[in-house]
Nanobody, 115 residues
């Protein structure tokens, strides 16, 4: 069992930066793929950035070059550094840990980018 708690969301002007953090409790964090997803009302949740248990990193095209995902298996954390934020990055961001058919989600944190 893994519990995930996100932090770091908030209000930021376009062009600014935010860092999201996800703290995991439970065992075997390093065995999970972890990632950040976002969801707008009425839309499907989309993968923003993901880092596998072996360190392979993926980004959705819209954030490449602006967002950086990282994980620290000693501290059981996964972070998302978001730079050059755009209005369209406004969303609820969720942390996810997964392995095979097992998925764990955090409660979500709101990121609002203003003009």
């Amino acid at each position: 069992q893994v519990q995930l708690v996100e932090s770091g969301g908030g209000l930021v002007q376009a062009g600014g930066s935010l860092k999201l953090s996800c703290a995991a409790s439970g065992s075997s964090f390093s065995t999970y793929n972890v990632g950040w997803y976002r969801q707008d009302p009425g839309k499907q949740r989309e993968m923003v950035a993901r880092i596998t248990r072996t360190g392979t990193i993926q980004y959705v095209d819209s954030v490449k070059g602006r967002f950086t995902i990282s994980r620290d298996n000693d501290k059981n954390t996964v972070n998302l550094q978001m730079n050059s934020l755009k209005l369209e990055d406004t969303s609820v961001y969720y942390c996810k840990a997964d392995w095979w058919t097992t998925n764990y989600w955090g409660q979500g944190t709101q990121v609002t980018v203003t003009s």
